[in-house]
């Protein structure tokens, strides 16, 4: 399948590369199907390329390499809404926000994505009553 992104041209990706958010990403309700791009394996980066908007898409990292301590529970609704089986299928990514200066750029850790890979199920948690706030320093 071919999408177009404002960043990446257009790409082939595959179908069952796609996840999808029933509950959306908040802020961003139309977009329910995203997919993960990594275009350099030697950086710590990935996108959260939307699938039906080529200008929606997130730079996304993986927090532990951050943040060694960063830790927050699943609900039980939670795993049941993603469908979670064994918790060895969950993915957690966090945004990044880049702004002028990569030396200023932020991860958000109050509301990380947590993905079940083998479903293809995705949602962006909201931790409440956290010490974790939407812009951590991404260089430490």
């Known amino acids: 399948m071919e999408i177009t992104t404002e960043r990446f041209g257009i790409i082939e990706i595959n179908e069952d590369e796609i996840i999808a958010f029933p509950q959306a990403i908040p802020g961003f309700e139309q977009e329910r199907r995203f997919v993960i791009l990594q275009p350099n394996k030697e950086i710590p980066f990935s996108f959260l390329q939307s ?31 993603l469908k979670v089986q064994e918790k060895e299928n969950i993915m957690v990514w966090s945004i990044v926000t880049i702004k002028d200066d990569i030396q200023q750029a932020t991860l958000n850790l109050q509301a990380p994505i947590v993905i079940n890979h083998s479903e293809k199920l995705g949602m962006q948690l909201i931790l409440h009553e956290t010490e974790y706030h939407t812009k951590h320093k991404l260089l430490l």
């Open 51 to 81: 699938v039906g908007n080529g200008r929606i898409s997130f730079i996304i990292t993986n927090p532990f390499w951050f943040y060694k301590d960063y830790e927050f529970d699943l609900s039980p609704s939670t795993l049941e809404q």
